[in-house]
């Protein structure tokens, strides 16, 4: 076996109303050389978080996965029973793939796992797989409980999740710190040209409030003419430009609330 986990499941401490964390240890065992791909898969995808929850290892090197329970509403029973469950998949892959650029990387091992499900279904399994239990424990464990008094068991049982392998998916990792300065980035500048876009609707607002004043004010036109027709546009293009300002003013509350929220 070319990837070894040092693990044989995972155990997961009470109280459960707060995230909990666990490690799964990688080790390359290879001597040819070899580079290995990993990627690790849940029973219960929605219940856990895994960073990083894929990756390359060079021969002779180690990596510590981090597995993060996610926080419950409330600890099921003391006698809850936990079949969550995770498999740690791993297949040898060229020495080059290492050195490729990240999206490079990224399509060329998709396209390196893919071959290995195909000649799996035809046969040949070149996929190292492991699975790993998961247990729930700081119960009861060596508690001294007085005869006659029950040990409390209110608490909202978890929902149990399936155990057959075909049941089995890729659980959600961590946001990445480059995706999240990227989109904070975008959204800076989204907010820059819209702080812009603002501005000249209220400058032109102010011009045509005013031309609206002067020809309230003068009551007639340089011909001697009522300039109802003329106030009437003026009035319709400031009513016309109030729209898109009030758009963009919401445009920018909501980018604001995103980034602060």
Avoid at 41 to 62: D, E, F, M, S, W
Wanted: aromatic share 4%; hydrophobic share 40%; glycine share 8%.
């Amino acid at each position: 076996m070319t990837l070894s986990v040092a693990e044989d499941g995972l155990e997961f401490r009470r109280p459960f109303n707060q995230v909990v964390k666990q490690y799964i240890h990688l080790s390359n065992t290879a001597t040819d050389g070899s580079v290995v791909a990993f990627k690790i898969k849940t029973t219960a995808p929605k219940q856990y978080c895994v960073r990083p929850n894929a990756g390359l290892i060079a021969a002779g090197g180690t990596r510590d996965v981090e597995v993060l329970l996610q926080a419950m509403k409330e600890d099921p029973p003391l006698d809850f029973k936990c079949k969550d469950k995770f498999l740690v998949q791993s297949i040898t892959v060229p020495a080059d793939v290492a050195t490729l650029d990240s999206d490079a990387q990224t399509a060329r091992l998709q396209e390196l796992w893919a071959r290995a499900d195909e000649a799996k279904k035809g046969g040949v399994d070149n996929i190292i797989e492991k699975k790993l239990k998961c247990t729930f424990v700081g119960g009861n464990e060596g508690v001294s409980v007085p005869t006659g008094i029950p040990l409390p068991s209110t608490a909202t049982p978890v929902k149990a999740s399936p155990s057959t392998p075909e049941a089995y998916n890729t659980p959600a990792a961590a946001p990445s710190t480059a995706a999240s300065d990227r989109e904070l980035r975008d959204a800076k500048e989204a907010i820059k040209r819209l702080t812009v876009a603002c501005e000249g609707y209220k400058s032109e607002i102010e011009r045509l409030n005013q031309l609206r004043q002067r020809r309230t004010g003068g009551g007639a036109d340089d011909k001697g003419g009522v300039g109802a027709a003329g106030l009437g546009q003026v009035q319709a293009q400031a009513q016309g430009l109030a729209m898109p300002l009030a758009i963009a003013l919401a445009l920018i509350a909501f980018i604001l609330g995103a980034i602060l929220f």
